[in-house]
């Protein structure tokens, strides 16, 4: 089974400089989905950027960007110029891309609580 | 707009009743999901559906039932055998076709247990 792993359960950072979140997982498959989903305190669950793993380039959103270390299966979320509006739960996910093998959907780290300070 | 609706967004059981939340897309997905937060615990699968009719135990579907009779909704019930309801419940469903690419949620429904 797939196992995802934020080691971080709490950052902080100022308003208007770099904060990186950390994602670890653990695959025997060589085909699947990385995620990071940010939940604000609204709750809702909203897709900040996705990386498909047969993808060298690493994928990018605006202020959102991704380290993608296939071979050290690490994934690890950069946020630049953070912003007030960027303090939530941040959620790192993996899916299966194996015919079949996404069927029950995402496996999510425990999160990360990201903290603004202005 | 297209989306996922939950309902009730608030909602407090008496130990020993069965309560039922609501899950309705109108997005025309196939597959939907239903997932249970605890703080410090992610977002743990419940149960999972891929067609009307058919539905799949997650991880943690002991003291839930589900059914899909409808593409549109998924409904969850939360048994007087679940030892620990007391939680936030998010539905979600499938935004690409095959079991790829990201899942689409909706705002989620908070139960508590008096």
């Known amino acids: 089974a797939q196992t995802v792993t934020q080691s971080q359960p709490e950052m902080s950072v100022q308003e208007a400089e770099t904060v990186t979140l950390s994602c670890t997982y653990d695959t025997s498959e060589s085909d699947y989905y990385l995620f990071w989903y940010k939940q604000p305190p609204s709750r809702q669950m909203i897709l900040v950027i996705r990386?498909?793993?047969?993808?060298?380039q690493n994928a990018t959103e605006n202020r959102f960007s991704v380290n993608f270390q296939k071979a050290a299966k690490s994934f690890s979320l950069k946020i630049s110029d953070s912003q007030l509006g960027d303090a939530a739960m941040y959620f790192c996910?993996?899916?299966?891309?194996?015919?079949?093998?996404?069927?029950?959907?995402?496996?999510f780290g425990k999160g990360t609580h990201l903290i603004i300070q202005p | 707009d297209g989306g996922i609706t939950q309902s009730p967004k608030y909602l407090f059981r008496k130990e020993g009743q069965n309560v039922t939340l609501s899950c309705e897309q109108n997005?025309?997905?196939?597959?939907m999901y239903w997932y249970r937060q605890d703080p410090g615990q992610g977002l743990r699968l419940i149960y999972y559906s891929q067609i009307v009719n058919d539905f799949q135990k997650g991880d943690i579907a002991e003291g839930y039932s589900v059914s899909r009779e409808k593409k549109e909704s998924f409904p969850l019930t939360v048994t007087s055998a679940q030892k620990n309801p007391t939680a936030f419940y998010l539905c979600?469903?499938?935004?690409?076709?095959?079991?790829?690419?990201?899942?689409?949620f909706g705002e989620g429904s908070r139960l508590t247990v008096l």
């Open positions: 979600a469903s499938n935004r690409e076709f095959a079991n790829t690419g990201e899942l689409f």
């Open positions: 997005l025309n997905h196939d597959a």
């Open positions: 996910a993996y899916r299966s891309a194996k015919s079949g093998g996404g069927a029950d959907g995402l496996t």
């Open positions: 990386q498909e793993a047969y993808k060298q």
